[in-house]
Nanobody, 115 residues
Framework: QVQFVESGGGLVQAGGSLRLSCTAS????????MSWYRQAPGKERELVAT????????TYVDSVEGRFTISRENAKNTVYLQMNSLKPEDTAVYYC????????WGQGTQVSVSS
């Protein structure tokens, strides 16, 4: 059974930083590209960042480029999202999933950024 457990969210002031973690199980983690998504209240879920199987290639949505960094640790079945210079518009529930199979979701982790 594919499972994702996200953690690391919280309440921070604008300009602050958070590091999210997502531990996966139920599949061969190192064989899959991984992505972080977010969903703000009243909005659709949005793709934020993607990382290749080795970690050597990453892509970001324009709104977080230069502020967020996605990384992974295959030995720990874990993908991370380092978020710096946070803005109130980054407030959302953040989820990780397999890039090519965005149909399994964890509970997410809430990130709230105050102005």
């Amino acid at each position: 059974q594919v499972q994702f457990v996200e953690s690391g969210g919280g309440l921070v002031q604008a300009g602050g930083s958070l590091r999210l973690s997502c531990t996966a199980s139920g599949f061969s983690f190192s064989a899959y590209r991984m992505s972080w998504y977010r969903q703000a209240p009243g909005k659709e879920r949005e793709l934020v960042a993607t990382i290749s199987t080795s970690g050597g290639s990453t892509t970001y949505v324009d709104s977080v480029e230069g502020r967020f960094t996605i990384s992974r640790e295959n030995a720990k079945n874990t993908v991370y999202l380092q978020m710096n210079s946070l803005k109130p518009e980054d407030t959302a529930v953040y989820y990780c999933t397999r890039t090519s199979y965005p149909n399994s979701w964890g509970q997410g982790t809430q990130v709230s950024v105050s102005s």
